[in-house]
């Protein structure tokens, strides 16, 4: 017997206006967990997501961009311009807990749609908005995009080096992490409104969270800490040596935080790290790095792992995603999901990040074609069957907007 999928907010109904990768995300976490997630989308085209896909990834047609942030999401298609549309919209809202969107600043109020405007229609609701530089001030018409966040908010300078210059991280770090802390508002703001039936207004911002990514180096600055980006090893501008990352035969050896003296005795005290001590790992982190890197540089991976490891040195292999699907610990956790879509096949991707004792996270709703749930969703708010079919048929798609015509956060 199949065991019942995840139910922990069973009951609540989440209606989305998200785009992208930050809003899609957010609202698949508390899909996943149970809520009636429903995304509006534009007739005909949809959410932008589904025309494009990084490296070009189309199964069959199917934007892998948006298989990856839609899974459990149903999708109506209603033109929001429309005095018909927007009604219904506003129907919908009506019946639910929770309103999420992450167009850039003013669109919901153009559309009608903002907090107040909810808010008069559904007094305990709870309304979620994230954007790239918060709703006012100098900044909130640029575009709310993860690399230039990282850029702005000094992740890519924290994490380049100074003789090669700043480095963005390889994912959008930015985006994923403002999508959890959009899901954990959600979350507190729900049991808020258990206790005493009140809803409110959440935001989020990326500038915020790229720099609570940044928690501890930050910190450390603001409080007089003297932080230099390093010309070699791993990008940090706080950690001794030989913290970093190492090339030797068959791939890349990442260091952590063992002491100097520690690595030494594993590698059989060379006269190299001789001259150096523990209390000397920071001053003369550099040094200590080209000795080390000299020193590994003609040993095996895999010979590396097994002797520092069992000598207690914090040590890693560097995987590509080829080596991260075969990684012991990826493989005992089964952190890569897969599921059969209609139209483009097998999707693999990575599983809801949490674990539950009662219940599992399941499918059930693959990513929605456009519009797929419409019908269904306007006859559980009370349209009659008649109504449904004026407001389902005879509505001509828009063409296609670009990344910098559609309004985004």
Not at 34 to 46: F, L, M, N, R, T
Not at 333 to 339: H, M, Q, S, T, V
Not at 343 to 358: F, N, Q, W
């Amino acid at each position: 017997m199949t065991e019942p999928p995840l139910a922990l907010l069973s009951g609540v109904r989440v209606v989305a206006f998200t785009q992208f990768l930050l809003g899609p995300v957010a609202t698949q976490y508390l899909a996943d967990m149970g809520a009636d997630v429903i995304k509006v989308e534009a007739p005909g085209s949809g959410a932008w997501e589904r025309s494009w896909a990084g490296g070009d990834t189309f199964l069959n047609g199917v934007s892998a961009f948006f298989l990856l942030s839609h899974r459990n999401v149903r999708s109506v298609a209603l033109d929001l311009k429309s005095e018909a549309g927007r009604e219904a919209v506003l129907r919908l809202i009506s019946t639910a807990d929770v309103v999420v969107e992450n167009f850039r600043p003013s669109v919901m109020d153009r559309l009608g749609l903002g907090f107040e405007a909810v808010r008069a229609i559904k007094p305990d609701i709870i309304y979620a908005s994230a954007s790239g530089y918060g709703a006012d001030g100098p900044s909130r018409d640029l575009p709310g995009q993860d690399m230039l966040l990282q850029a702005i908010t000094g992740l890519a300078a924290a994490t380049g080096r100074s003789e090669t210059g700043p480095l963005a991280a390889g994912a959008p770090v930015v985006d994923q992490h403002a999508a959890s802390l959009l899901a954990m508002g959600i979350l507190a703001a729900l049991v808020h409104k258990e206790r005493t039936g009140s809803g409110q207004q959440i935001q989020v911002n990326m500038v915020e969270a790229a720099l609570d990514l940044q928690l501890e180096p930050l910190t450390y600055h603001l409080n007089g800490g003297s932080l230099r980006t390093p010309a070699l090893g791993m990008g940090s501008m706080f950690h001794p040596a030989p913290y970093g990352i190492y090339a030797v035969m068959g791939g890349h050896l990442a260091l952590s935080l063992s002491p100097l003296s520690t690595l030494a005795r594993a590698l059989g005290s060379p006269d190299e790290l001789e001259p150096f001590k523990d209390d000397q790992a920071l001053s003369h982190r550099e040094e200590i790095t080209r000795v080390v890197a000299g020193l590994l540089a003609d040993q095996t991976l895999g010979h590396l792992l097994e002797v520092l490891r069992g000598a207690g040195v914090w040590c890693a292999p560097v995987n590509d995603y080829a080596g991260v699907e075969s990684d012991p610990a990826v493989v005992h956790l089964g952190c890569i999901a897969a599921f059969d879509h209609p139209r483009a096949g097998r999707v693999r991707t990575v599983r809801h990040p949490i674990r539950y004792s009662d219940a599992e996270p399941r499918i059930r709703h693959v990513p929605p074609e456009v519009g797929e749930h419409t019908s269904d969703v306007l006859a559980e708010i009370g349209y009659p069957a008649a109504e449904v079919q004026r407001l389902t048929g005879g509505v001509h798609p828009p063409a296609p907007e670009t990344p910098e015509e559609k309004d985004h956060g």
